[in-house]
């Protein structure tokens, strides 16, 4: 495939349509929509090495238990069970902005990091956005008290019975990531 | 949290952005834009149950191996690391579809249906994409010989010790199920 074209279809501050044209295996000319967090995106970039954002996977030392957060998210008009994350801020290398998305969001404290991830495609079928996961282990209480005035977040320590409890339950929204945590806690007591 | 308004600023055919106005804790009326598959998004549908796309986890009973596809990504503009995946047909459920693209993809066919995700998010920060993860025991032999036009395929058939390789590699580029799935078999030998 050829890509020979990339036009961006919208102007707006944080997410934009891009528009690829490319010739199919036939040579046919085709056209592909994707969003992007970046002004210059992927098919142009080939050789990006930083995460758009980080996703931290908190366990408890001291509690032992699997940290994961309930929160309001505009995209679903709901709440959705996830994991604390946010945004690299430009200068913050993974572990910096996972220590601060985690305070921010938890009034947790990383003690100690057990594994990042590279870089990793959350849904290459309609975006070259990718994230760090970043497990740690943290301490401290929870508290909402750095929350921003556009969070609305509840903080959730979870025992292995617990996860398991939660992940049963029917009619609740999970992202895609603390999914599959909690599906390997409860299934097998692993996290990372 | 309050939403007040919705918008949708694009007119493309798959995706498409949507801004929503909202008031903060604060009472302040802010703005958040997100994508969308659907014409009809989440926030005013909030009793959607079935899934956008079915990624398929496929571990090939025979050979004891799990099976990954490399797989040209425009949005990317190179290849990535991934599971067999595609968008849910009308019509379709989710083992129907994942049969469907597993098929397609790599001429691999479910023997058996292992584990099977509710619709989760992708990434609900900048969408409300919602993918089911279908775990699988599949058997045959790969070949891209149902590929279509648009996609160029190779698929890969992983043992723990080849899969541990594969995701030390620097410089390749994995979608996040994939790099989960990998990390979860190379250190623990499990998959679902």
């Excluded at 961006?8 to 690829?20: G, V, W």
């Excluded at 617990?162 to 007591?189: R, T």
């Amino acid at each position: 495939m050829e890509i020979f074209q990339i036009e961006k279809i919208t102007d707006c501050k944080y997410l934009n349509l891009f528009s690829i044209q490319y010739k199919d295996r036939a040579k046919n000319i085709k056209n592909w929509v994707f969003a992007s967090r970046s002004q210059d995106p992927d098919p142009l970039n080939h050789g990006r090495v930083s995460a758009d954002a980080v996703i931290v996977v908190p366990f408890h030392r001291q509690a032992k238990k699997l940290v994961i957060i309930k929160e309001f998210r505009l995209a679903l008009g709901s709440c959705q069970y996830g994991f604390p994350a946010g945004l690299v801020d430009p200068g913050e290398n993974i572990v910096q902005a996972g220590e601060r998305e985690l305070l921010e969001e938890t009034g947790l404290a990383v003690t100690r990091v057990l594994k990042q991830s590279p870089p990793i495609y959350s849904s290459s079928g309609m975006t070259d956005e990718t994230i760090s996961l970043l497990f740690v282990e943290c301490d401290g209480s929870p508290s909402n008290f750095f929350n921003e005035m556009s969070e609305e977040i509840e903080v959730i320590m979870l025992s292995r019975e617990a996860a398991k409890g939660l992940i049963s339950k029917q009619d609740l929204k999970f992202d895609v990531k603390s999914w599959m945590v909690l599906s390997m806690f409860a299934d097998y007591g692993i996290i990372s």
